[in-house]
């Protein structure tokens, strides 16, 4: 069979097409395949914005929570190029827990933009590549305060002595005192930022009065200029510590936790001192499997006021946390919505730019617990759980920082109406059961034990502890007309 044949033009615009074709994929392989992504020219300058700040030697410590590698070189990122892509696709890393329309809203945010999560994945998948050392961006000069992010701090508390915490110990609450002497504290101090640092792995959370304290994950306080904490001259201090670790032979440890503070000169001006609405419950009882078990609680705030931030706290049960306001014009806005609760990082969420509550505002906490199978810190979902102490006990708190006019000085607690009896029978319930027994509750509620077990039954439960609580409110308020009415007959 003859063959056709081809003409010289035909011939020609057949070559054409093919460099046309062969064009077009030169530039479709562009597209595809762009400039290569190195550590020195891409990775490194978004590591030092974004991570080297626990990431590097003598890096932060966030309650306890250091990083375990420094990301601050090529030879010491490169064994975790894969790592950081899994952490930073799935944005398990930066830790950061609030919802995303909260992006942008507070300080201390912790987020990568998606062009940033890009960038790292890519270098990961092409192999992690070093590029030319020309290209990268001059090294961050870290202050030298041994690891302090608040800087070289003004003064350095600890408990006065090192405490062992033994092999045997699973949980452990106990309390140590610091000795503040006129050398450290000659007068009243403001105080521009506090700093807790654990003194070993075993502590969980420290609380220190006065001046706050530390869970997994938790920034230090800084606050805005003309904001303070007050450091009084002449109180020692006392310290809640909480340890929690696996018990065994060789587990045990020494701790000796400490604090760092810096204050204000005397001579600078200081507004407002900040101060915190404590949000919480002690009578719930989560059943065993819930998965979505709800306790909510509330507070109004009584004058004008700004809050500066917040701070949930749950235990291995919690699930998820939403703080919302309801105005007084009817109004109703999401403060705070964290759906995914971290244990690890309990992460404080400090405003950029303060939010304003008018009085009567009321804050609604709603937090939420998985008590199921399928929460894989859950350490025993066949239990009911209640309020406690230990870890594998639960909380529900919602802490509130604010300042405002009025109350300079003083700080406001959801207790301050008076003693609440749920806390006290939770605080007493050594056996667990939901109920404060006679030989649990402490000596100054036993002479009431009677009169507030009114089925009898010899235990005081929480719906018993309320019902004491609302005696004591009426109580209270009948005693208040009281005396405003005698008050008014002696002017009269």
């Not at 995303?100 to 270098?123: C, M, S, Y």
Request: net charge negative; glycine share 8%.
């Amino acid at each position: 069979m003859n063959r056709p044949q081809i003409s010289s033009v035909t011939r020609l615009l057949a070559l054409g097409a093919l460099a046309s074709l062969a064009l077009a994929g030169a530039a479709s392989a562009a597209a595809v395949d762009p400039e290569p992504i190195t550590f020195y020219a891409d990775v490194a300058a978004v590591l030092q914005q974004e991570c080297q700040v626990c990431h590097r030697p003598n890096g932060a410590n966030l309650g306890g929570m250091v990083a375990p590698m420094a990301l601050t070189t090529y030879e010491e990122t490169r064994p975790w190029a894969r790592s950081i892509a899994r952490q930073v696709a799935t944005r398990a890393m930066p830790p950061w827990d609030a919802a995303p329309e909260h992006n942008g809203v507070f300080a201390n945010e912790r987020t990568l933009t998606q062009k940033q999560i890009d960038l790292l994945v890519r270098w990961a998948e092409s192999g992690a590549p070093a590029g030319d050392p020309a290209d990268a961006p001059a090294p961050i000069e870290w202050p030298s305060s041994d690891g302090w992010l608040i800087g070289e701090p003004d003064l350095v508390l600890q408990f006065d002595e090192p405490y062992f915490v033994e092999d045997d110990v699973d949980d452990l609450y106990i309390y140590f005192k610091t000795t503040v002497t006129d050398e450290m504290i000659p007068e009243d101090r403001y105080v521009k930022a506090i700093e807790f640092r654990p003194g070993s792995s075993a502590v969980h959370h420290i609380i220190v009065p006065g001046l706050g304290g530390i869970a997994p994950g938790n920034d230090p306080v800084i606050h805005t200029d003309g904001m303070a904490d007050v450091l009084k001259a002449g109180r020692d201090l006392q310290w809640q510590m909480h340890y929690h670790k696996e018990p065994g032979e060789g587990t045990g440890v020494w701790d000796q936790s400490s604090v760092a503070l810096k204050f204000y000169d005397k001579d600078e001006d200081v507004k407002y001192e900040v101060f915190n609405a404590d949000m919480g419950k002690y009578d719930f009882a989560v059943p065993p499997g819930a998965s979505d078990y709800t306790i909510q609680t509330e507070w109004t705030f009584p004058s004008d006021s700004e809050i500066v931030g917040y701070l949930p706290h749950m235990h291995l049960r919690g699930k998820a946390a939403k703080y919302e306001a309801y105005y007084p014009d009817g109004s109703h806005e999401v403060l705070l919505d964290v759906p995914n609760y971290d244990f690890n990082w309990q992460t404080t969420y400090k405003y950029k730019e303060r939010k304003k509550m008018p009085a009567g505002t009321r804050v609604v906490l709603t937090t939420v617990f998985d008590n199921s199978e399928n929460n894989p810190a859950n350490p025993d979902p066949t239990a009911t759980v209640r309020w406690g102490e230990p870890t594998t006990d639960e909380m529900s708190f919602g802490f509130v920082s604010y300042i405002n006019e009025e109350n300079k000085g003083r700080g406001a607690f959801q207790g301050d109406d008076g003693l609440d009896l749920t806390a006290v029978v939770a605080f007493s319930d050594d056996s667990r059961d939901g109920k404060m027994q006679l030989e649990e509750a402490p000596g100054g509620v036993k002479q009431y034990f009677e009169m507030m077990d009114q089925n009898k039954d010899g235990a005081v439960d929480m719906e018993e502890a309320k019902a004491a609580n609302a005696f004591l409110k009426q109580m209270a308020e009948q005693r208040e007309k009281a005396e405003a009415a005698a008050a008014g007959a002696a002017g009269g």
